[in-house]
């Protein structure tokens, strides 16, 4: 024990013998790093939903941009993005590129007043700080490409990123329960259909926001029974003091177009099935969500358990495939069926996967052999075989 004050004399006499700038710069040095320690463990505490809030607060204004042809899902999304924003002092505007074509999409927008712009190209993108929401990597206009979005919020494969904010969770089943994570990490109150939520910049969970939140989880799910995670229902049981079940029931259940009963007997008419798993082509379509949809109805025949169904429109065929079938990935299975096709994009989950061939360039426009539609259809039977 003698020992221990003759080594803090000593350590005292060789400080005070050092250089003053010297000592100095040691002291400035411990200093930043005791800070910088300090702040990676207040960063590490912070949540995702306090990350995100923080990450927007400061700007003047963000552009919330959906995946095209936004789901219900995105949809929310972007609605409890652009509340969190407002809460932060911010200015949100949230976009989308394509069209809000499914009856069940309509039904959202016009139910829970949905408020978006159309958008064509970069140029129409409403500022340079940009959030995308149920999607990665910017896409769907002219220009995409160049845009650096500075937050990503995803449930989505991928490897696109926010220069500022990343929160990729492929386990998810919907993009609307990590959503549902931020505002219960920021403490929001919750307001039901009959307890309006008051104006200011307060972080509020409305009505319509967990209406829709809950639609867009169930929507991604096929009502929550398939890809759910606990954390999908613990959102579900989060959200549910504040729904509306009168809209919720509303945009579950619109009516349907003629088109849409037409595509879905085509594809069930036009199947080929081969051992547990089928494929149909419908042909000519004018509205391309009836290829989802019809893929939804097919895969419930008796003795299915994945299928493929491919429409025609404005020289693009249209893919969308549903499995039940623990040996079918089906993103994977659409991916590997048009890795050979100029042109052509699919992929998705393990339950439903989509994608989109150019005609021409599938049959031969490019460096690929080409193919007709019944080449591809088989070669679709032979990736959800596993023999490709």
């Known amino acids: 024990m003698q020992g221990v004050p003759a080594v803090g004399v000593g350590q005292a006499e060789a400080l005070t013998g050092t250089d003053p700038l010297l000592l100095a710069a040691m002291i400035v040095g411990l200093l930043l790093v005791i800070g910088g320690t300090a702040w990676t463990f207040l960063r590490l505490r912070r949540t995702p939903g306090e990350r995100f809030q923080k990450v927007l607060a400061g700007r003047e204004e963000v552009a919330i941009l959906t995946h095209p042809n936004p789901d219900p899902d995105a949809m929310a999304c972007a609605m409890g ?20 074509r499914h009856q069940e999409n309509r039904a959202f927008r016009t139910v829970l007043e949905f408020d978006a712009d159309q958008i064509e190209g970069k140029a129409d993108v409403a500022c340079d700080d940009v959030v995308l929401v ?65 104006e200011g910049d307060t972080l509020a969970l409305d009505s319509p926001l967990a209406t829709g939140l809950v639609f867009g989880l169930q929507s991604d799910t096929n009502r929550l029974t398939e890809g759910c995670t606990q954390a999908d229902f613990d959102a579900c049981s989060y959200l549910y003091p504040a729904i509306d079940s009168d809209r919720l029931e509303r945009i579950a259940n619109p009516q349907v177009t003629a088109e849409t009963l037409e595509v879905k007997a085509r594809a069930i008419q036009n199947r080929t099935v081969d051992g547990s798993f089928a494929v149909s082509h419908v042909g000519e379509i004018t509205d391309a969500d009836t290829i989802p949809q019809s893929a939804d109805e097919l895969v419930r025949l008796e003795g299915v358990g994945a299928v493929v169904v491919m429409g025609e ?19 994977e299975a659409l991916e590997a069926a048009v890795e050979d096709v100029p042109m052509a994009s699919a992929g998705g989950h393990a339950r439903m996967g989509g994608g989109q061939l150019s005609i021409d360039h599938m049959e031969g426009i490019g460096p690929s052999d080409g193919m007709n539609v019944p080449e591809f259809s088989q070669r679709l039977f032979e990736c959800l075989r596993g023999d490709v």
């Not at 993005?81 to 809000?100: C, N, S």
């Not at 404005?314 to 079938?325: I, Q």
């Open 81 to 100: 993005a652009a509340q969190i924003a407002e809460a932060a002092g911010v200015d949100p505007t949230i976009q989308y590129a394509g069209q809000i």
């Open 134 to 198: 149920d999607h990665n990597v910017p896409r769907g206009f002219p220009g995409a490409e160049g845009i650096e979005p500075i937050a990503v919020v995803d449930h989505h494969p991928g490897n696109g990123v926010g220069t500022r904010f990343t929160d990729v969770r492929p386990d998810r089943g919907s993009c609307a329960s990590i959503v549902a994570d931020y505002f219960e990490q920021l403490g929001a109150d919750r307001y039901g259909p009959e307890d309006p939520a008051p």
């Open 313 to 331: 429109r404005e020289g693009v065929l249209h893919v969308s495939g549903r499995s039940r079938d623990d040996r079918v990935h089906m993103g």
